[in-house]
Nanobody
Framework: QVQLVELGGGLVQAGGSQRLSCAAS????????MGWFRQALGKEREFVAA????????YYADSVKGRFTISRDNAKDTMYLQMNSLKPEDTAVYYC???????????????????WGQGTQVTVSS
């Protein structure tokens, strides 16, 4: 099972940008569909973005569409989330997730993932 570590969280002003990374260890990163989720204080975990095994298919929550970009580098076993035009409502703990699947173009937008990172806090100040 792959192990995941999120990096890149912190404090940013509204309107600013931040990039999160999710480093995977284990093996065969390219066989995993990946996703980002977030959980704000007092709220349920919600889907943010997902990417297929090869990176050719992506999907975003409406709340981040046009502002966030998910990508991956299978040669580096790393996934990214570029966040632009950040808003205070983007404040949350961000989690990356992985699930090994056979379909190369499939994305997973529900929490049906096998592996999760420990999360990284992103705080957007107004």
């Amino acid at each position: 099972q792959v192990q995941l570590v999120e990096l890149g969280g912190g404090l940013v002003q509204a309107g600013g940008s931040q990039r999160l990374s999710c480093a995977a260890s284990g093996h065969a990163f390219s066989t995993y569909a990946m996703g980002w989720f977030r959980q704000a204080l007092g709220k349920e975990r919600e889907f943010v973005a997902a990417i297929s095994r090869g990176g050719g298919t992506t999907y975003y929550a409406d709340s981040v569409k046009g502002r966030f970009t998910i990508s991956r580098d299978n040669a580096k076993d790393t996934m990214y989330l570029q966040m632009n035009s950040l808003k205070p409502e983007d404040t949350a703990v961000y989690y990356c997730a992985a699930r090994r699947i056979a379909n190369t173009a499939f994305v997973i937008t529900t929490p049906d993932y096998d592996s999760w990172g420990q999360g990284t806090q992103v705080t957007v100040s107004s």
